[in-house]
């Protein structure tokens, strides 16, 4: 099955520096890279996603870029502000009709205003 | 923006009780799932639903079972709670080939 690896586990930056989160995956089929926020006892909610057929994306101050060929994806805040605090998850989901994510262990995101 | 409700949001068991956690969905959609989130272990897969009548195991299975009782409600059920079972326990809908929503959480404790 699909193995995801998060790396760092946790992140400390000051307010305004960026901050890069980054995720490998095994399953060379996977196509579809969602990124999940997750602040301090509430639900995980999306923040970004990216497809297969696409290397990078941007929201605002979220970027999210992938390599498929290394299998690796990014998750990319700039100009970080307190409100980022938060844990992130990365997850890969397959096309194998089941749709199902495998999620990364997390990061844990400080930022210190 | 109800999407997945979960139900209770918080339990205390003693080890050996038995309790099942509810989750309903808002729409109609035909997967749910039910993961457990620990510490540094992420969210990983107890159970999956891909449709209306049937359930399939994830990762992490042993000790629980499932009911889709219908489209919208997905059970997640501890026959005999273990203290290794604390855990918070997120339900989720799927939403079209992609896309997930997450229900608030149980926060399960087993002493």
């Known amino acids: 099955g699909e193995n995801v690896e998060q790396h760092p586990s946790t992140l400390s930056v000051q307010e305004g520096d960026s901050a890069v989160i980054k995720c490998t995956y095994s399953?060379?089929?996977?196509?579809?890279f969602p990124w999940y926020k997750q602040e301090l006892g509430k639900r995980p909610q999306l923040i970004i996603d990216?497809?297969?057929?696409?290397g990078e994306k941007k929201d605002q101050r979220i970027a999210v870029t992938l390599n498929k060929t290394a299998k690796h994806f990014s998750l990319h805040i700039t100009e970080t502000q307190p409100e980022d605090s938060a844990v992130y998850f990365c997850?890969?989901?397959?096309?194998?009709?089941?749709?199902?994510?495998?999620f990364g262990r997390g990061t844990s995101l400080i930022v210190h205003p | 923006n109800a999407g997945v409700t979960q139900t209770p949001k918080f339990q205390v068991l003693k080890t050996g009780q038995s309790m099942t956690l509810q989750c309903a969905q808002d729409?109609?959609?035909?997967?749910m799932y039910w993961y457990r989130q620990d510490p540094g272990m992420g969210l990983r897969l107890i159970y999956y639903?891909?449709?209306?009548?049937?359930?399939d195991k994830g990762e992490v299975p042993n000790g629980y079972n499932v009911s889709r009782l219908n489209k919208r409600e997905f059970s997640l059920r501890l026959e005999s709670a273990a203290p290794s079972q604390t855990s918070v326990y997120f339900c989720?809908?799927?939403?079209?080939?992609?896309?997930?929503?997450f229900g608030s959480g149980t926060r399960l404790t087993v002493v």
């Open positions: 399953d060379s089929a996977s196509n579809y």
């Open positions: 989720a809908r799927g939403d079209g080939p992609y896309g997930y929503t």
């Open positions: 990216i497809r297969s057929n696409v």
């Open positions: 997850a890969a989901v397959g096309a194998g009709g089941s749709y199902i994510p495998t």
């Open positions: 639903s891909a449709s209306e009548g049937t359930t």
């Open positions: 729409m109609n959609h035909n997967s």
